[in-house]
């Protein structure tokens, strides 16, 4: 009876000489021992402080101290297969060498996201209008109305000199979405939000977003969701300044404080990295901040009342990452690292965090866009020589003018994922396909949204066509041109093509 203790004891002696011995013997040599885990990462320091993250993701590093797990998958075009992305060491840096050799020779796209947390929150690519029940959202450029991912190589940065990459969402309609969060915050009930992005990427449309929103892809109403907004899109008018800024998207506006605007005193909120805060308190309170995520502390943009028609909120058990609530698709912006956290933060807490994102080393964010043009153009009809006219907000664009005026002219806009949109010189508003492409083409809308997007395509005969985003249809002036154009066709005909004029 006495053997057990007697060892426990001379175990413990042992154990204590080895460990002095280690500490007195000097270490010799210029062998770099492997990096150790951060003491603390952002959710550690979000649970010390009483809040704790219930959906953590990064495409750079560990959120925990204590994380070991897959950051995010990867999958090749040439052969479809997939590969998860880890970590260097348990609570480090990305291991990002797999994927570089992954990829050698191909394209990769990223598939899904992990979730850093026990509750699993993964975020695949998001469903769209393909997921059962979400008939009301906007449909995305994947299979059946589904989104895509992002290129995983196209946005290579450094962490504590190591590489990693981040997020780009680029493309329209790029976006990660889980309908069944668990764990986080519903209803009114208090959140906090973070993440990490870059002023080198962003967008006046709607939305580049992250956090929580709707489990049906849908608008369903003021308060829904709960999201950090990033971008210069002045939702209810009256900003000051070029943008960007950090927003709350609480679904049916991006607000810059309760009335809608920014802060005439903050005319941009910029950086080769920028970190994004937004807390709600679920009745009385939103507060927005932003910071350099390279150094120095945090700034607030603004903190009080809740817009009008958004107390209490209505949070939805669901996290998004690209897209609007609805599956708005046009917004665009970078991605490295953000929290979803349970309650309200304390300005000590995520001053804390702003620490660590700054201790991390952030670095070499050089990746670059070309910034949208602006051409004069008209479109002239194969199917019958003419002109396309669109005569003013309530008559439908059809082709039938034989020569070129200010009906027939329109400001066509590329942007840098490949769509473009087009504005009527009669009455200077947008040419949208109505009724999400079922209904004619007509100049009537004072914004573009996805509606009024189109892919332009070249044809090898030097034509042109256009391809309606919301429903992936080719527009066609319909009867030879003696119809409406309209976005209903599946394969491109001589009704189908333009020659593209003054461009």
Same mark, same amino acid.
């Given at each position: 009876?006495?053997?057990?203790?007697?060892?426990?004891?001379?175990?413990?002696?042992?154990?204590?000489?080895?460990?002095?011995?280690?500490?007195?013997?000097?270490?010799?040599?210029?062998?770099?021992?492997?990096?150790?885990?951060a003491s603390s990462g952002p959710c550690d320091l979000y649970a010390s402080g009483g809040t704790p993250c219930e959906a953590a993701y990064s495409t750079t590093r560990?959120?925990?101290?204590?994380? !070991?797990?897959?950051?995010?998958? +990867?999958?090749?075009? =040439?052969?479809? #297969?997939?590969?998860?992305? @880890? &970590?260097?060491? $348990? %609570?480090?840096?990305?291991?990002?060498?797999?994927?570089?050799?992954?990829?050698?020779?191909?394209?990769?796209?990223?598939?899904?996201?992990?979730?850093?947390?026990? !509750?699993?929150?993964?975020?695949? +690519?998001?469903?769209? =209008?393909?997921? #059962?029940?979400?008939?009301? @959202? &906007?449909?995305? $450029? %994947?299979?059946?109305?589904?989104?895509?991912?992002?290129?995983a190589m196209a946005l290579p940065v450094t962490v504590g000199g190591h590489s990693a990459y981040g997020v780009l969402v680029n493309n329209i309609g790029t976006g990660?979405?889980?309908?069944?969060?668990?764990?986080?915050?519903?209803? @009114?009930?208090?959140?906090?939000?973070?993440?990490?992005?870059?002023?080198?990427?962003?967008?006046?449309?709607?939305?580049?977003?992250?956090?929580?929103?709707?489990?049906?892809?849908?608008?369903?109403?003021?308060?829904?969701?709960?999201?950090?907004?990033?971008?210069?899109?002045?939702?209810?008018?009256?900003?000051?300044?070029?943008?960007?800024?950090?927003?709350?998207?609480?679904?049916?506006?991006?607000?810059?404080?309760?009335?809608?605007?920014?802060?005439?005193?903050?005319?941009?909120?910029?950086?080769?990295?920028?970190?994004?805060?937004?807390?709600?308190?679920?009745?009385?309170?939103?507060?927005?901040?932003?910071?350099?995520?390279?150094?120095?502390?945090?700034?607030?943009?603004?903190?009080?009342?809740?817009?009008?028609?958004?107390?209490?909120?209505?949070?939805?058990?669901?996290?998004?990452?690209?897209?609007?609530?609805?599956?708005?698709?046009?917004?665009?912006?970078?991605?490295?690292?953000?929290?979803?956290?349970?309650?309200?933060?304390?300005?000590?807490?995520?001053?804390?965090?702003?620490?660590?994102?700054?201790?991390?080393?952030?670095?070499?964010?050089?990746?670059?866009?070309?910034?949208?043009?602006?051409?004069?153009?008209?479109?002239?009809?194969?199917?019958?020589?003419?002109?396309?006219?669109?005569?003013?907000?309530?008559?439908?664009?059809?082709?039938?003018?034989?020569?070129?005026?200010?009906?027939?002219?329109?400001?066509?806009?590329?942007?840098?994922?490949?769509?473009?949109?087009?504005?009527?010189?009669?009455?200077?508003?947008?040419?949208?396909?109505?009724?999400?492409?079922?209904?004619?083409?007509?100049?009537?809308?004072?914004?573009?949204?996805?509606?009024?997007?189109?892919?332009?395509?070249?044809?090898?005969?030097?034509?042109?066509?256009?391809?309606?985003?919301?429903?992936?249809?080719?527009?066609?002036?319909?009867?030879?041109?003696?119809?409406?154009?309209?976005?209903?066709?599946?394969?491109?005909?001589?009704?189908?093509?333009?020659?593209?004029?003054?461009?």
């Amino acid at each position: 009876m006495l053997v057990i203790p007697l060892l426990r004891r001379r175990t413990r002696l042992l154990l204590a000489f080895l460990l002095a011995m280690a500490i007195a013997v000097p270490v010799f040599g210029t062998t770099a021992a492997p990096a150790a885990a951060a003491s603390s990462g952002p959710c550690d320091l979000y649970a010390s402080g009483g809040t704790p993250c219930e959906a953590a993701y990064s495409t750079t590093r560990a959120m925990f101290s204590s994380y !070991n797990g897959p950051l995010y998958q +990867i999958q090749r075009a =040439s052969d479809s #297969a997939t590969l998860n992305i @880890s &970590l260097a060491s $348990p %609570g480090g840096i990305v291991n990002a060498a797999p994927q570089v050799s992954f990829c050698s020779g191909t394209s990769c796209t990223i598939t899904q996201l992990y979730d850093q947390t026990p !509750n699993a929150n993964n975020l695949p +690519i998001s469903p769209g =209008s393909s997921c #059962a029940g979400c008939s009301g @959202s &906007l449909s995305g $450029p %994947g299979p059946n109305g589904s989104d895509i991912g992002a290129d995983a190589m196209a946005l290579p940065v450094t962490v504590g000199g190591h590489s990693a990459y981040g997020v780009l969402v680029n493309n329209i309609g790029t976006g990660y979405r889980n309908n069944a969060a668990k764990n986080v915050p519903t209803g @009114s009930q208090p959140e906090g939000l973070y993440m990490l992005t870059s002023s080198r990427l962003t967008s006046g449309s709607c939305c580049f977003d992250f956090g929580s929103a709707e489990t049906d892809d849908s608008d369903d109403g003021n308060a829904t969701m709960n999201a950090i907004y990033y971008g210069s899109a002045c939702w209810t008018g009256g900003c000051t300044g070029p943008g960007p800024w950090v927003g709350g998207d609480l679904e049916n506006g991006m607000y810059f404080s309760a009335a809608g605007p920014n802060p005439s005193n903050i005319p941009s909120e910029t950086g080769e990295f920028v970190s994004a805060w937004e807390k709600n308190n679920g009745t009385t309170n939103f507060t927005l901040k932003y910071g350099n995520g390279q150094s120095g502390g945090l700034n607030q943009a603004y903190s009080g009342a809740l817009p009008d028609g958004y107390n209490p909120m209505k949070v939805q058990p669901s996290i998004e990452l690209g897209t609007g609530g609805d599956n708005s698709p046009e917004g665009t912006g970078e991605f490295f690292e953000g929290a979803v956290t349970k309650g309200f933060p304390d300005d000590a807490t995520e001053n804390a965090v702003q620490a660590d994102i700054t201790a991390a080393g952030y670095a070499d964010n050089t990746t670059t866009f070309p910034p949208p043009t602006q051409s004069v153009i008209s479109l002239k009809s194969h199917a019958n020589g003419k002109y396309v006219d669109a005569a003013d907000n309530t008559t439908s664009l059809i082709a039938d003018a034989a020569s070129v005026g200010t009906n027939e002219t329109f400001d066509m806009v590329a942007n840098n994922n490949g769509t473009v949109n087009l504005r009527a010189h009669s009455d200077n508003q947008w040419v949208t396909a109505e009724n999400s492409g079922n209904a004619p083409l007509i100049a009537n809308r004072g914004a573009p949204g996805p509606w009024e997007t189109f892919y332009l395509l070249h044809n090898s005969d030097g034509s042109v066509s256009l391809r309606a985003y919301n429903n992936q249809h080719i527009v066609t002036a319909e009867d030879a041109g003696a119809s409406a154009l309209i976005a209903n066709r599946t394969a491109i005909g001589p009704w189908e093509e333009f020659d593209l004029a003054g461009a």
